[in-house]
C-alpha cells in the first residue's frame, strides 16, 4: 500500500521548486532539462581532459572516446528508462511515441553507464588505451557530471521523495514542468502538490556524488602508488551504487517491480557488487597504475608521431600543389 500521510504545508522553511523549465527562441523550445544534460557531458569530458593529461594522455585520446561514448550513453539511458518504466511506453498504459519524447525527461544514469562504458571501451580497444586507467580518470568528473545532472530533476519538479514536514522538505508549483506527467506508487496518483512537502531525493543525490567525488579525489592522490589500475573506478561504481540504493527507497514515482525491490534498487546492488568483485580482482590479479602509464605513454609517442607524419604529408602535398601552379603559369607566360 503507498504512503501517503498528509503534510501540510505548515512548516517554516522549505526548497522552493523552479516556476520555469524551459524558454524559447522563436519557434524553439530550451529546456533547461536538456541544459543540464549538455552542462553534465561538458563537466565529465572537462574534469576527465584534465586528469587524463596528468597520466600521459591528450585531449584528442579524450575526444575521440567521447565521440563514441556520448552518443551510446544517451541511447542506453533511454533504452534503459523505456525498459525498467514500460506502462509508460507499452501497453494499455502507454503509448510508443513517448519512446521519441526525450523533453518529458527519461534518461536512466544506469543505461546512461552501460552504453559509455561500451562506446569508450570499444574505442579504447580500437586506440590501444588502457580502458581502466581511463576509468580512473573519469570516476570523480562522473560523481560530479551526475550531480549537476540532478538539478533537471528539481527543475522538472520530477522523482522526488516521500511525503516529509522536515524544514528542507520539497515545495512543488503550478509550472509546466515535466513532473506533471508523473505518477506516484503503482501508477497511483501522487499526493496534492499543494498541501503536501517532499523529500528532495535530487538534493541528497548531489550531496552523495560531491562528496564521493572528494573522496574519491583524496584517496586517490593519496594511495595512488598502491592502487592497481581500475581500483578508483571500482570504488565509483560501490559509492554511486550504495548512495542510489538508499535514495531509491524514499523515491515515489512509479517504477516497475522484481520481487517487490524497484528494479533500480536491484541495479544498484548490482552496481555495487560489479565494484566489489572488480576491486579484489584487481587487488589481486590487476595491472599497477605506472604500468598502465607506462603502456598509455607509449600509445600518445605514436599518436604524436602519426600527428607529425600526417602534417609532414601535409605540408609536401601543399608544395606539390604549389610547384605545380607555378609550373602552369610558366607554361601559360611562355605561350
Given at each position: 500500500?503507498?504512503?501517503?500521510p498528509?503534510?501540510?504545508?505548515?512548516?517554516?522553511?522549505?526548497?522552493?521548486?523552479?516556476?520555469?523549465?524551459?524558454?524559447?527562441?522563436?519557434?524553439?523550445?530550451?529546456?533547461?532539462?536538456?541544459?543540464?544534460?549538455?552542462?553534465?557531458?561538458?563537466?565529465?569530458v572537462?574534469?576527465?581532459?584534465?586528469?587524463?593529461?596528468?597520466?600521459?594522455?591528450?585531449?584528442?585520446?579524450?575526444?575521440?572516446?567521447?565521440?563514441?561514448?556520448?552518443?551510446?550513453?544517451l541511447?542506453?539511458?533511454?533504452?534503459?528508462?523505456?525498459?525498467?518504466?514500460?506502462?509508460?511506453?507499452?501497453?494499455?498504459?502507454?503509448?510508443?511515441?513517448?519512446?521519441?519524447?526525450?523533453?518529458?525527461?527519461?534518461?536512466?544514469?544506469?543505461?546512461?553507464?552501460?552504453?559509455?562504458?561500451?562506446?569508450?571501451?570499444?574505442?579504447?580497444?580500437h586506440?590501444?588505451?588502457?580502458?581502466?586507467?581511463?576509468?580512473?580518470?573519469?570516476?570523480?568528473?562522473?560523481?560530479?557530471?551526475?550531480?549537476f545532472?540532478?538539478?533537471?530533476?528539481?527543475?522538472?519538479?520530477?522523482?522526488?521523495?516521500?511525503?516529509?514536514?522536515?524544514?528542507?522538505?520539497?515545495k512543488l508549483?503550478?509550472?509546466?514542468?515535466?513532473?506533471?506527467?508523473?505518477?506516484?506508487?503503482?501508477?497511483?496518483?501522487?499526493?496534492?502538490?499543494?498541501?503536501?512537502?517532499?523529500?528532495p531525493?535530487?538534493?541528497?543525490?548531489?550531496?552523495?556524488?560531491?562528496?564521493?567525488a572528494?573522496?574519491?579525489?583524496?584517496?586517490?592522490?593519496?594511495?595512488?602508488?598502491?592502487?592497481?589500475?581500475?581500483?578508483?573506478?571500482?570504488?565509483?561504481?560501490?559509492?554511486?551504487?550504495?548512495?542510489?540504493?538508499?535514495?531509491?527507497?524514499?523515491?515515489?514515482?512509479?517504477?516497475?517491480?522484481?520481487l517487490?525491490?524497484?528494479?533500480?534498487?536491484?541495479?544498484?546492488?548490482?552496481?555495487?557488487l560489479?565494484?566489489?568483485?572488480?576491486?579484489?580482482?584487481l587487488?589481486?590479479?590487476?595491472?599497477?597504475?605506472?604500468?598502465?602509464?607506462?603502456?598509455?605513454?607509449?600509445?600518445?609517442?605514436?599518436?604524436?608521431?602519426?600527428?607529425?607524419?600526417?602534417?609532414?604529408?601535409?605540408?609536401?602535398?601543399?608544395?606539390?600543389?604549389?610547384?605545380?601552379?607555378?609550373?602552369?603559369?610558366?607554361?601559360?607566360?611562355?605561350?
Amino acid at each position: 500500500m503507498p504512503f501517503t500521510p498528509s503534510a501540510a504545508l505548515t512548516t517554516l522553511a522549505y526548497i522552493p521548486s523552479p516556476t520555469v523549465s524551459y524558454f524559447k527562441i522563436g519557434p524553439f523550445t530550451i529546456r533547461f532539462y536538456a541544459l543540464t544534460m549538455m552542462c553534465s557531458i561538458w563537466f565529465a569530458v572537462w574534469i576527465l581532459t584534465h586528469r587524463w593529461r596528468k597520466l600521459g594522455g591528450t585531449f584528442e585520446q579524450v575526444t575521440d572516446i567521447a565521440v563514441a561514448a556520448v552518443p551510446l550513453g544517451l541511447i542506453g539511458a533511454r533504452i534503459y528508462n523505456c525498459l525498467t518504466v514500460p506502462f509508460d511506453y507499452f501497453g494499455p498504459t502507454g503509448s510508443l511515441i513517448n519512446i521519441l519524447k526525450i523533453w518529458r525527461g527519461g534518461m536512466a544514469i544506469f543505461g546512461a553507464l552501460l552504453g559509455g562504458f561500451l562506446g569508450a571501451a570499444i574505442m579504447c580497444h580500437h586506440r590501444k588505451i588502457p580502458v581502466l586507467l581511463l576509468g580512473d580518470a573519469a570516476a570523480p568528473g562522473l560523481l560530479i557530471a551526475q550531480s549537476f545532472g540532478r538539478l533537471g530533476n528539481w527543475i522538472n519538479q520530477e522523482l522526488y521523495g516521500l511525503p516529509t514536514t522536515w524544514p528542507w522538505g520539497l515545495k512543488l508549483n503550478s509550472a509546466n514542468a515535466i513532473g506533471k506527467y508523473e505518477t506516484c506508487y503503482e501508477n497511483s496518483p501522487c499526493p496534492d502538490p499543494q498541501t503536501t512537502l517532499f523529500q528532495p531525493t535530487f538534493l541528497y543525490s548531489i550531496i552523495w556524488c560531491l562528496l564521493g567525488a572528494a573522496l574519491i579525489v583524496h584517496f586517490g592522490n593519496k594511495y595512488a602508488n598502491r592502487l592497481k589500475g581500475g581500483q578508483i573506478f571500482a570504488a565509483y561504481l560501490i559509492w554511486y551504487g550504495v548512495g542510489r540504493a538508499a535514495i531509491e527507497q524514499i523515491r515515489i514515482n512509479s517504477s516497475a517491480y522484481f520481487l517487490g525491490v524497484r528494479i533500480n534498487t536491484w541495479i544498484a546492488g548490482v552496481t555495487v557488487l560489479v565494484g566489489i568483485v572488480l576491486y579484489a580482482v584487481l587487488q589481486r590479479s590487476g595491472l599497477s597504475r605506472a604500468s598502465l602509464q607506462r603502456k598509455l605513454a607509449l600509445v600518445t609517442q605514436r599518436d604524436r608521431q602519426q600527428c607529425l607524419k600526417e602534417k609532414k604529408n601535409d605540408e609536401e602535398r601543399r608544395v606539390r600543389r604549389q610547384v605545380k601552379k607555378q609550373e602552369k603559369k610558366q607554361g601559360r607566360a611562355g605561350q
